[in-house]
């Protein structure tokens, strides 16, 4: 059970928009700003997000991050099947005083 | 331009001590600018963080731990060679994973994972 919670799955077509939503607490996202990654099979985790909604250079501007109170989002743009991937919240607990992961939401493009 | 490699066995036997080194190239380990994280993900499931440390050329050295690991985790710096190691004990089937060194920033973004080693897996098996 991951402190931070993301849908297992989600799906759209090429060209379409997909979010995918995390959700925490006051000790978490409220109170420190999230880090979205992007995992591939057999590779490392890439920085997508940082900041709750900044990119890093040579991230498309079709990914975008937001955060409102105690969630945050993650939003693709112009699907492309490259996208599919395995997607990841993080951010740090101040209750816990470590990192935490949200569950991860695979990314499917039909 | 930053690179982090992880190495060390790929199986360890069921209630040994799991070791391994990321050797940091393009950044230092000592210079205080950055936390240096280990994050592990088991086959099938999503990615926990194990731990991190911050250490500077003055001397400061902060290890933090993943609460529900902290009992068995030890991540320790070799200055000379700048590598961070991870030491994992009494170790069962449940730490049988992939795992990554990461670089991690400062206050404010201490998830921002920017540089990550190519991961390990690691399996516990006798």
């Known amino acids: 059970q991951s402190v931070l919670t993301q849908p297992p799955s989600t799906s759209g077509a090429p060209g379409q928009r997909v979010t995918v939503s995390c959700s925490g607490s006051s000790s978490n996202i409220g109170s420190n700003s999230v880090n979205w990654y992007q995992h591939l099979p057999g590779t490392a985790p890439k920085l997508l997000i940082y900041i709750n909604d900044q990119r890093p250079s040579g991230v498309p501007d079709r990914f975008s991050g937001a955060k409102s109170g105690t969630s945050a989002s993650l939003a693709i743009s112009g699907l492309q099947s490259e996208d599919e991937a395995d997607y990841y919240c993080?951010?740090?607990?101040?209750?816990?005083?470590?990192?935490?992961f949200g569950g991860g939401t695979k990314l499917t493009v039909l | 331009q930053v690179q982090l490699q992880e190495s060390g066995p790929g199986l360890v036997k069921p209630s040994q001590t799991l070791s391994l080194t990321c050797t940091v190239s393009?950044?230092?380990?000592?210079?205080?600018?950055?936390?240096w994280n280990w994050i592990r993900q088991p086959a099938g499931k999503g990615l926990e963080w194990i731990g991190r440390l911050y250490a500077s050329e003055n001397g400061n050295y902060i290890p933090n731990y993943n609460p529900a690991l902290k009992s068995r985790v030890t991540i320790s710096r070799d200055r000379s060679n700048n590598q961070f190691s991870l030491h994992l004990s009494s170790v069962t089937a449940t730490d049988t994973a992939v795992y990554y060194c990461?670089?991690?920033?400062?206050?404010?973004?201490?998830?921002?994972?920017?540089?990550w080693g190519p991961g390990l897996l690691v399996t516990i098996s006798s």
């Open positions: 393009g950044d230092s380990v000592s210079s205080g600018g950055y936390y």
């Open positions: 990461a670089r991690g920033g400062q206050f404010g973004e201490w998830t921002r994972y920017d540089f």
């Open positions: 993080a951010t740090w607990d101040d209750s816990l005083n470590g990192a935490v």
